[in-house]
């Protein structure tokens, strides 16, 4: 008894000092874009006109896009691919992907320089510029996945009219969706190709929007299975470890393709010498395929880590941060040095990133507790504790084997 209240008031002091942290970086988040609206960007950030994308763009942007990437990857495998072993995990990856996408929009409202325009690729059309395309895709993804997310919603307030309509439409629904978002994740790459002389050669290449969509397919399937651990740790759930052993092996032929494709840049490109030179750009370089595609591919390539929900969980961890490292690279460290100056985000800048993703972890958890997002166990759980407890009935009055079998269909019927 004693080893319980203890118990319990340690996991009060860890609640509130993560409320305590929580509420700090959202206190000083809303500080942060007050001084972003009022002050401008040349007054809230590390900004330059040499060097005019900074944090809110290499990781509210381009690392927020990639990893919401496993809505689709999970909806595609479900709905087109038919593998309805995936169905217990689609409604947790499209929720983490419906958010990612309005976090990339809120974070895209503090980087442009006049905000209030936003709405005028609606209507001023460029297509001719990757931008453009860019803008559509994310306006009518994110149309998409609310979508598949208002199922939730619907279920939630008993709504049965507007089920049946988004039922009849599902497939559909999914396969644009999963156009619209291959292509603007591909396309976030195509952004770089025009600055071949700027962009450090390491990372340079005419396979940039293939190695950008290989990199979102590589780290969609371990955001789920992030997602995946912390919810069976914090609602109590069993981790679908078969599942997300599966997605693994996703992730490990993706990162297997694309560190072909590297290998193949390097020597069509004749990139050995830069490989091994003593600049800050090598040790970034040999981080990033380091931690987020040599190490995973050699865990992942294991049985018994992928079937480890440790192991699965570390090694998803790892692509995650390898992912990022790759985008911040490209988007910070690849153009510094052409830029001429030196860049590291302002305070202001990592507030307000830092709120936006702690703002998205509360939403995830309220929704999670409020909506049908994870396949109801309680009825399960009613069912398995009668079982056992005619069992040990049984035990206690020493009645036969057979006995206890004739109250197995009513069992059944009950459940």
């Known amino acids: 008894m004693k080893e319980r209240i203890i118990r319990l008031r340690t996991n009060i002091r860890r609640m509130t000092a993560w409320r305590a942290i929580f509420w700090v970086i959202i206190a000083a988040g809303a500080i942060s874009a007050v001084c972003r609206y009022t002050l401008g960007l040349g007054g809230t950030t590390n900004l330059r006109d040499q060097f005019p994308w900074g944090l809110w763009i290499g990781f509210d942007i381009l690392c927020g896009v990639g990893l919401a990437a496993g809505g689709f990857i999970v909806a595609a495998s479900v709905y087109i691919l038919n593998l309805e072993r995936f169905r217990s995990i689609l409604r947790p990856a499209i929720l983490t992907a419906f958010l990612g996408y309005i976090l990339v929009i809120v974070a895209l409202m503090f980087d442009l320089g006049r905000p209030w325009n936003i709405w005028h690729p609606l209507i001023m059309w460029n297509p001719h510029s990757v931008m453009f395309e860019v803008g559509w895709c994310v306006m009518l993804y994110t149309t998409v996945l609310a979508l598949e997310f208002s199922p939730m919603v619907f279920e939630r307030l008993n709504l049965v009219g507007p089920q049946r309509i988004l039922h009849a439409i599902t497939i559909p629904l999914v396969i644009v969706g999963v156009i619209l978002s291959s292509l603007h ?4 790459g195509s952004l770089y190709l025009i600055v071949p002389s700027k962009l450090y050669p390491l990372w ?16 969609g399937p371990a955001m789920v299975t992030i997602e995946s651990y912390f919810s069976s740790r914090r609602f109590s759930r069993e981790i679908e470890l078969p599942l997300l052993s599966q997605l693994g092996k996703v992730t490990a032929a993706a990162l297997a393709i694309y560190l072909v494709l590297k290998i193949e840049d390097i020597v069509h490109l004749n990139l050995w010498s830069m490989l091994f030179a003593p600049r800050f750009e090598t040790a970034m370089y040999w981080a990033e395929m380091t931690v987020g595609v040599l190490a995973p591919i050699g865990l992942l390539s294991r049985t ?60 995830f ?18 069912v398995l504790g009668l079982q056992d407890g005619v069992r040990q009935l049984v035990k206690l009055i020493d009645l036969p084997e057979e006995d206890l079998n004739s109250h197995e269909p009513q069992l059944e019927r009950k459940r």
């Open 304 to 363: 018994r880590v992928r079937e480890n929900k440790r192991g699965i969980f570390i090694c998803s961890l790892l692509v995650v941060a390898g992912f990022m490292l790759n985008r911040l690279n490209i988007s910070l460290t690849a153009l510094e040095n052409y830029s001429g100056v030196e860049y590291f985000p302002s305070w202001m800048e990592i507030s307000i990133t830092l709120s936006i993703v702690a703002a998205g972890f509360a939403i």
């Open 185 to 188: 994740q591909s396309s976030l």
């Open 365 to 382: 958890r309220l929704a999670a507790q409020y909506l049908p997002v994870f396949p109801d166990q309680k009825s399960e759980g009613r």
């Open 204 to 219: 340079y290449s005419p396979s940039l929007p293939y190695l950008f969509f290989l990199t979102a397919v590589a780290v």
